[in-house]
């Protein structure tokens, strides 16, 4: 049975992989890629700490916005460490009208003024890839914040590109997930 993952417990590429595998989940329409926008990546560098950035989130989540916690269903931080926030059997808290039928992933960052760091860029895409076969979608169903909303989240990132990613990854996840 996979337990529950709190702070203190960020997780590598390899453990995220090892956590889905018996991951209790819902079904789920899509999945939308959102940023932070604070903290950016300056933030990150004066604490360079996912623990501590996850609390932050879900303190601002829970006092500032009035929610049981974390919008999102997954974190992940420049260094490329990801972590849960909302259960995956859990509504999220998100994108306002859709929170029922898409999973939140949220990176770190200011991706109108940052450029992505490697790991976190790798982790992204290995994120998107892994959910998208764990839950028996297509790329096309990954989505940005900004489609739903007038906003720019998450930034310049290109919708397009990360799907292509997604795409060019999907045989090699489905064995390494065993599907």
Known sequence: ???IRLPGEPMNRKEFLAYLQDLKTREWKGIVLHHTLVPDYVAWE???????????????????????????HWLVFPNGLIMPGRQMTEMGAHVKGHNKEFV??????D??????????????????????VKLGLT?????????FSPTTCPGRLERQHF??????????MRQWLGR
Not at 47 to 63: C, N
Not at 104 to 109: F, I, P, Q, S, Y
Not at 139 to 147: A, C, L, V
């Open 46 to 72: 004066k604490h360079p700490d996912a623990d501590y950035w996850w609390v932050a989130i879900d303190k601002f989540h829970r006092e500032k916005r009035g929610w049981k916690g974390i919008g999102y």
């Open 163 to 172: 799907r292509m990613l997604v795409a060019r990854h999907l045989t090699e």
């Open 104 to 109: 939140g992933v949220c990176l770190l960052g």
């Open 139 to 147: 790329p096309e169903r990954i989505w940005f914040h900004r489609d």
């Open 111 to 132: 991706f109108n003024a940052d450029e992505m760091a490697n790991d976190q860029y790798i982790s992204a895409w290995f994120v998107l890839t892994a959910l998208v």
């Open 1 to 3: 049975m996979t337990k």
